[in-house]
């Protein structure tokens, strides 16, 4: 027991490592060349975020071993020998909310400050942002802390009456569960005003991470359901609107003109919001504009690398379209694994979620035939399903954000990503990461039984005074399905289309 318990911490300190280390070099390569040896708090927020964000999607498969420690079991207080999960959980989510409401914000205000004052100045004007959201934040957890922070469990009053110790256990079975003539202490013969209700304080912290996980939900059943379709679908259409064959040099002479043309326009354009914005007219409109702007930009640098991948150049030309043929074949064979993920996630919605009661384990039954081939394999396949609907939520935001104007893009690119593209993305996956597991105890809370996370995403949490009927009635199970359901018709309709310059920038006279 004691070694299998060491062996667990060991494994929980190596894997934290090498955490932090794959995010430092998912930092370093991604970066735009703009911020290389420079926004150095910015990345160590970044790190830290997704380190962060990580780490709580392994505690859940950490939390089912840390189960198992105690399973077997001989002697009273074995499971006191193992890890707190329960404290761990609540530090990580603590850490999780100040991240994501205030210093991810104060990282992104003070990387966007102007960049001709000074360092003081705008270090000064992100702590008033920040400040302001903190007195709000903290005014509003209070007041609802104070009036409904408390939960209600509906449980039955069961009794029986004192006889004498029996001299044989005979008589004692399932037909007559009772010591004595009674009946009551049997629930399912027990009449319905039995029933009562418990009402009692949940913890301060408890009930901060419930109100995130309501907050990330909502983002979460947005940008998940969109994503957890177009992440698949886009890697398809990706290939099937794929550069055929090279084209010859005058094709590209007259298509890369044409893209010049419009990389003027689009200065030009930048260039009046950036003098509207110091004559102070920063209104709806020009907002507006600026998100516009951004996406003609973004269009535009996926036409100029089109067309660099359907002419390449240089002494490896030949080189650069073989790996280019080979990427879209990636693309295809990952779009296809993918769409079987995304199908299998909507349908054991449907099967174990919302369809009451449950026709089947579903995807808990795999994964526990998976462990017993090998101990960890069901871990692992469990844990992949929960980082597949975090890499669905950046897709999504970043697919909703090319159809809609008002959400702005923050794009991740290879070895051009800025570091507010960075902090926003992080903000959103370690906002939703607190979504995500609750989502998973639930979907696979057979799988997931008896642990720390079903405690406090599953009793607390669905019995908490005022949010628990969203839980109740699987709101967020049902709209993430609808929006996936509409993703997918949506692509099966117009993926196959090339995306198109929006024309909608209108700048003031």
Not at 212 to 233: E, H, N, Q
Request: charged share 15%.
């Amino acid at each position: 027991m004691g070694d299998f318990n060491l062996a667990l911490l060991l494994v929980a300190i190596i894997v934290t490592v090498l955490v932090f280390v794959f995010n430092v070099y998912l930092l370093i390569n991604y970066q735009h060349p703009d911020d290389v040896n420079q926004a150095y708090f910015p990345k160590f927020v970044v790190v830290l975020g997704l380190s962060v964000a990580v780490i709580s999607i392994l505690m859940l498969p950490a939390d089912v071993a840390n189960r198992h420690a105690c399973r077997h079991a001989v002697y009273n207080g074995a499971c006191h020998l193992t890890l707190p999960m329960k404290q761990l959980w609540l530090a990580i989510y603590i850490i999780d909310a100040i991240l994501v409401f205030f210093v991810i914000p104060f990282a992104m205000f003070y990387y966007e400050g102007d960049q001709d004052k000074s360092v003081g100045k705008r270090v000064k004007s992100a702590a008033i942002w920040v400040g302001v959201t903190a007195v709000v934040c903290g005014l509003t957890l209070g007041i609802l802390y104070g009036v409904v922070g408390k939960v209600d469990f509906t449980v039955r009053h069961l009794s029986s009456s004192a006889t004498t110790f029996p001299g044989s256990w005979n008589g004692f079975v399932s037909s007559s569960p009772c010591i004595g003539n009674s009946r009551q202490c049997s629930a399912y013969s027990a009449s319905p005003s039995s029933e009562t209700t418990w009402t009692m304080r949940t913890t301060f912290p408890e009930y901060v991470v419930a109100l995130a996980t309501v907050a990330g939900s909502v983002l979460f059943t947005i940008f998940g359901g969109a994503g957890i379709a177009c992440l698949p679908l886009g890697l398809i259409f990706a290939f099937f609107r794929r550069p055929k064959a090279v084209i010859t040099r005058s094709q590209y002479i007259k298509e890369a003109t044409e893209l010049g043309k419009k990389a003027r326009e689009l200065k030009k354009t930048a260039d009046a919001l950036h003098q509207e914005e110091r004559s102070g007219s920063k209104g709806r409109k020009w907002r507006k504009n600026v998100k516009a702007v951004e996406k003609e930009l973004l269009l535009l640098e996926e036409d100029m690398n089109a067309l660099e991948e359907m002419y390449p150049q240089g002494d490896k030309a030949e080189t650069a379209w073989a790996f280019t043929v080979l990427g879209y074949l990636a693309k295809l064979i990952l779009g296809i694994l993918g769409l079987i993920v995304s199908v299998a996630w909507i349908a054991h919605i449907l099967i174990y979620l919302i369809i009451r009661p449950p026709l089947s384990p579903s995807l808990n039954y795999i994964f526990i035939k998976l462990d017993d081939v090998w101990g960890l394999l069901g871990t692992v396949a469990f844990a992949f399903f929960c980082f597949y609907l975090l890499v669905a939520v950046v897709a999504g935001a970043t697919m909703l954000g090319l159809k809609l104007v008002f959400i702005t893009i923050h794009p991740m690119k290879w070895g051009a990503t800025l570091m507010n593209s960075f902090l926003f993305n992080v903000g959103l996956i370690l906002l939703c990461s607190i979504s995500v597991i609750q989502f998973c105890a639930t979907a696979f809370a057979y799988y997931a039984q008896a642990t720390a996370a079903g405690e406090i995403f599953g009793h607390t949490l669905q019995s908490l005074r005022g949010i628990k009927y969203l839980y109740k009635y699987n709101v967020f199970q049902i709209a993430f399905v609808a929006l996936a359901v509409l993703t997918f018709l949506y692509y099966a309709a117009f993926g196959w289309r090339r995306k198109k310059t929006s024309g909608r920038i209108q700048i003031s006279s």
